[in-house]
C-alpha cells in the first residue's frame, strides 16, 4: 500500500473574476481519480486548492501527509482548467517542486500539462500523464508498489501516454486522444472534502448551497476553436440510473439547494434524460440542477423531459448571432435553433443563459450587430461573454500561434485580452460585453419596471450602442488575421436578422 496524496493547483482566490463571483466547486475528476486510487487499495489524502489562502497552504497538507506520491490531477470538468491559466500554471510548479523537496514522487495531469509538460518537468514532476491518463497512472501505480526503489527510466520504460526528463531530455510517448477510460465509475471520493466549507461561502455569497456532478465525460462535436486535449471528440455516459443514485446520495448526504451538472454537453439523449427523470422520481432524488448544452439538442421532447428531471437553468453555447461567424466556427447549430430552444426552455420555467464568444476569425461589425439582434430577438435570462481564445490543439491555435509572442494564456479568467490580431482591439471587445451585459439587465426588468423608465432606460442604451459604433474605426486592428472559410458578411439588416 502507497500513501498517495491527490491533489490539483486552482486556486479561486488566484483568479479574481471567479472569487467576486464566489461560486466554487469541488474538483470532480480530481475526486474521482481518488476514488479509482482508493479502490486499488492505497491510503488516499486530498490536497483542495480551490480555497486554500494560497499556494503557502500546500506546505501543511504535505506534512501531514508525507505521501510516497503525489498525484496532482487537475478537474478535466472545470472549464478553467482548459484555458491553462498563468498564474495557476506558477501554482502547480510550486507545489511540484514542495512535493518533490519533500521527498515524494510526482506524477502531473491536465490540459496545459498535456500541452506543455516541458513546463511541469521543469518544475520537477517525474511522470507528466498525457491526455485523460488512467491507463498510465494505473501502472505507474502498480509498478511503484511492486518496487517503491524503481528509477525512473524503468518507471516509465515501455509505458504508452506519459512524458519524462530521461537522460536530461524529455521524453514523451504520445498515443493520441483516448476515450474516456471505463474505470472512473466509482462515486467521487465525496468524504475528501470540507464539504462545510463550500457550503459557507455559498450561503455567504448567494443564499444557497450548490454541489456539482456530471453525466458524462468528451464531447463529440468538432466546433474547430474548442481544443480537447483530454478525449477529444470521444463521448461517454453514465448510466442513467448510475447518475440518479449519486444525486440522491448528494442530497440526502449534503442537502445541497442546487446542482451544477459539469458536463460539456449535458443528456444528449433524450431517452437518458428521460430515464434519469424516471429514477429520480423513484428515489426522491431530484435537486434543481444547472445545465449545458446544445440549441439544436433541445427539442419539445427533450424540453419536456429536462423539465421533468428538475432543471432549472440551461447554459448553450449559442456564441454569436451571425450565422456566417457560427459556419465559420463549424458550430453547426444556426441562429433560428437558438431562439427556439430558448423559448422551448423558458415555456417550461426553465431559465436560459447564452454564452457569446467576440472576435472570432473574420468577424465585423455587422456580426457583433446580429450578437446584439439576437440577444434582443431570443432574451435569454443571463449570457456569459468572453473574446476568442487560441487554445492549442485547436485549428484556430494553429491559424494564430505566429502571432501569439510571450502572451500565449490569460493570467486569469478576467484577462479578456485579444492575442491574436483580431477586427478590434481589447477595450472594443471589452465594451461590446459590457453593453451586451446591460442589455440583458435592461430587458429581464421589463415587468418589473415602469414603462416609462425601460422605455428610457433602452434609449440611453441605443445612444451608448451608437457612440460606440461610431468610433469603431478607431479600434480596428492593422492587417488583421484572415477568417477559417468566412463567407463574405450579409447587408447589416441580413445579418442582424439572423
Same mark, same amino acid.
Given at each position: 500500500?502507497?500513501k498517495i496524496q491527490v491533489g490539483h493547483s486552482y486556486l479561486l482566490t488566484y483568479d479574481r473574476k471567479q472569487w467576486e463571483r464566489g461560486k466554487p466547486y469541488p474538483p470532480l475528476a480530481t475526486i474521482h481519480v481518488a476514488a479509482l486510487l482508493r479502490q486499488m487499495g492505497h491510503h488516499i489524502t486530498l490536497f483542495d486548492a480551490m480555497l486554500a489562502d494560497g499556494v503557502e497552504d500546500y506546505d501543511a497538507s504535505l506534512h501531514s501527509a508525507q505521501p510516497d506520491v503525489v498525484v496532482l490531477?487537475?478537474?478535466?470538468?472545470?472549464?478553467?482548467?482548459?484555458?491553462?491559466?498563468?498564474?495557476?500554471?506558477?501554482?502547480?510548479?510550486?507545489?511540484?517542486?514542495?512535493?518533490?523537496?519533500?521527498?515524494?514522487?510526482?506524477?502531473?495531469?491536465?490540459?496545459?500539462?498535456?500541452?506543455?509538460?516541458?513546463?511541469?518537468?521543469?518544475?520537477?514532476?517525474?511522470?507528466?500523464?498525457?491526455?485523460?491518463?488512467?491507463?498510465?497512472?494505473?501502472?505507474?501505480?502498480?509498478?511503484?508498489?511492486?518496487?517503491?526503489?524503481?528509477?525512473?527510466?524503468?518507471?516509465?520504460?515501455?509505458?504508452?501516454?506519459?512524458?519524462?526528463?530521461?537522460?536530461?531530455?524529455?521524453?514523451?510517448?504520445?498515443?493520441?486522444?483516448?476515450?474516456?477510460?471505463?474505470?472512473?465509475?466509482?462515486?467521487?471520493?465525496?468524504?475528501?472534502?470540507?464539504?462545510?466549507?463550500?457550503?459557507?461561502?455559498?450561503?455567504?455569497?448567494?443564499?444557497?448551497?450548490?454541489?456539482?456532478?456530471?453525466?458524462?465525460?468528451?464531447?463529440?462535436?468538432?466546433?474547430?476553436?474548442?481544443?480537447?486535449?483530454?478525449?477529444?471528440?470521444?463521448?461517454?455516459?453514465?448510466?442513467?440510473?448510475?447518475?440518479?443514485?449519486?444525486?440522491?446520495?448528494?442530497?440526502?448526504?449534503?442537502?445541497?439547494?442546487?446542482?451544477?451538472?459539469?458536463?460539456?454537453?449535458?443528456?444528449?439523449?433524450?431517452?437518458?434524460?428521460?430515464?434519469?427523470?424516471?429514477?429520480?422520481?423513484?428515489?426522491?432524488?431530484?435537486?434543481?440542477?444547472?445545465?449545458?448544452?446544445?440549441?439544436?439538442?433541445?427539442?419539445?421532447?427533450?424540453?419536456?423531459?429536462?423539465?421533468?428531471?428538475?432543471?432549472?437553468?440551461?447554459?448553450?453555447?449559442?456564441? #454569436?448571432? #451571425?450565422?456566417?461567424?457560427?459556419?465559420?466556427?463549424?458550430?453547426?447549430?444556426?441562429?433560428?435553433?437558438?431562439?427556439?430552444?430558448?423559448?422551448?426552455?423558458?415555456?417550461?420555467?426553465?431559465?436560459?443563459?447564452?454564452?457569446?464568444?467576440?472576435?472570432?476569425?473574420?468577424?465585423?461589425?455587422?456580426?457583433?450587430?446580429?450578437?446584439?439582434?439576437?440577444?434582443?430577438?431570443?432574451?435569454?435570462?443571463?449570457?456569459?461573454? #468572453?473574446?476568442?481564445?487560441?487554445l492549442p490543439g485547436t485549428k484556430f491555435y494553429e491559424k494564430v500561434k505566429a502571432q501569439l509572442g510571450q502572451k500565449t494564456h490569460w493570467q486569469d479568467s478576467d484577462d479578456l485580452a485579444m492575442m491574436f490580431r483580431g477586427a478590434y482591439d481589447s477595450d472594443f471587445y471589452r465594451q461590446i460585453r459590457n453593453l451586451l451585459h446591460e442589455q440583458v439587465t435592461i430587458q429581464q426588468s421589463k415587468h418589473t419596471q415602469e414603462p416609462d423608465r425601460y422605455t428610457a432606460a433602452l434609449t440611453e442604451?441605443?445612444?451608448?450602442?451608437?457612440?460606440?459604433?461610431?468610433?469603431?474605426?478607431?479600434?480596428?486592428?492593422?492587417?488583421?488575421?484572415?477568417?477559417?472559410?468566412?463567407?463574405?458578411?450579409?447587408?447589416?439588416?441580413?445579418?442582424?436578422?439572423?
Amino acid at each position: 500500500m502507497l500513501k498517495i496524496q491527490v491533489g490539483h493547483s486552482y486556486l479561486l482566490t488566484y483568479d479574481r473574476k471567479q472569487w467576486e463571483r464566489g461560486k466554487p466547486y469541488p474538483p470532480l475528476a480530481t475526486i474521482h481519480v481518488a476514488a479509482l486510487l482508493r479502490q486499488m487499495g492505497h491510503h488516499i489524502t486530498l490536497f483542495d486548492a480551490m480555497l486554500a489562502d494560497g499556494v503557502e497552504d500546500y506546505d501543511a497538507s504535505l506534512h501531514s501527509a508525507q505521501p510516497d506520491v503525489v498525484v496532482l490531477y487537475e478537474d478535466n470538468f472545470n472549464f478553467l482548467t482548459k484555458m491553462c491559466l498563468a498564474r495557476m500554471r506558477e501554482a502547480a510548479c510550486q507545489m511540484i517542486a514542495k512535493a518533490r523537496a519533500a521527498g515524494a514522487r510526482v506524477i502531473v495531469a491536465g490540459s496545459d500539462a498535456s500541452d506543455q509538460p516541458d513546463a511541469f518537468l521543469a518544475a520537477g514532476a517525474d511522470v507528466v500523464l498525457i491526455g485523460e491518463g488512467i491507463a498510465a497512472l494505473v501502472a505507474l501505480i502498480e509498478r511503484l508498489e511492486r518496487n517503491p526503489d524503481i528509477d525512473n527510466e524503468n518507471w516509465v520504460s515501455n509505458m504508452a501516454g506519459v512524458a519524462s526528463v530521461l537522460s536530461e531530455k524529455t521524453h514523451i510517448t504520445r498515443i493520441g486522444v483516448q476515450p474516456p477510460d471505463p474505470r472512473l465509475v466509482a462515486r467521487p471520493a465525496w468524504d475528501l472534502i470540507d464539504i462545510e466549507k463550500y457550503r459557507a461561502m455559498w450561503m455567504d455569497r448567494h443564499g444557497y448551497f450548490s454541489l456539482n456532478m456530471a453525466g458524462s465525460r468528451g464531447c463529440p462535436f468538432r466546433c474547430n476553436w474548442c481544443a480537447k486535449p483530454i478525449w477529444g471528440n470521444h463521448y461517454k455516459q453514465r448510466s442513467a440510473q448510475n447518475m440518479a443514485a449519486e444525486m440522491t446520495y448528494l442530497k440526502h448526504t449534503f442537502k445541497p439547494d442546487h446542482i451544477w451538472m459539469a458536463d460539456d454537453i449535458f443528456g444528449f439523449h433524450v431517452d437518458w434524460v428521460a430515464e434519469f427523470a424516471h429514477h429520480l422520481d423513484e428515489s426522491d432524488g431530484s435537486i434543481p440542477f444547472t445545465i449545458q448544452t446544445r440549441a439544436d439538442l433541445i427539442s419539445e421532447r427533450m424540453a419536456d423531459a429536462l423539465q421533468k428531471a428538475g432543471c432549472a437553468e440551461a447554459w448553450i453555447g449559442a456564441e #454569436s448571432g #451571425s450565422q456566417r461567424v457560427l459556419d465559420a466556427m463549424t458550430k453547426g447549430t444556426n441562429v433560428a435553433e437558438l431562439i427556439a430552444a430558448r423559448e422551448r426552455l423558458g415555456s417550461r420555467g426553465i431559465r436560459v443563459g447564452f454564452f457569446i464568444q467576440l472576435g472570432y476569425l473574420g468577424e465585423q461589425l455587422n456580426d457583433l450587430l446580429a450578437t446584439r439582434e439576437l440577444i434582443t430577438r431570443a432574451a435569454p435570462d443571463d449570457i456569459g461573454v #468572453s473574446v476568442s481564445y487560441p487554445l492549442p490543439g485547436t485549428k484556430f491555435y494553429e491559424k494564430v500561434k505566429a502571432q501569439l509572442g510571450q502572451k500565449t494564456h490569460w493570467q486569469d479568467s478576467d484577462d479578456l485580452a485579444m492575442m491574436f490580431r483580431g477586427a478590434y482591439d481589447s477595450d472594443f471587445y471589452r465594451q461590446i460585453r459590457n453593453l451586451l451585459h446591460e442589455q440583458v439587465t435592461i430587458q429581464q426588468s421589463k415587468h418589473t419596471q415602469e414603462p416609462d423608465r425601460y422605455t428610457a432606460a433602452l434609449t440611453e442604451l441605443d445612444t451608448r450602442w451608437d457612440a460606440l459604433i461610431a468610433v469603431e474605426r478607431a479600434h480596428r486592428t492593422e492587417h488583421p488575421t484572415a477568417a477559417l472559410h468566412l463567407r463574405e458578411p450579409h447587408h447589416a439588416a441580413t445579418a442582424q436578422n439572423g
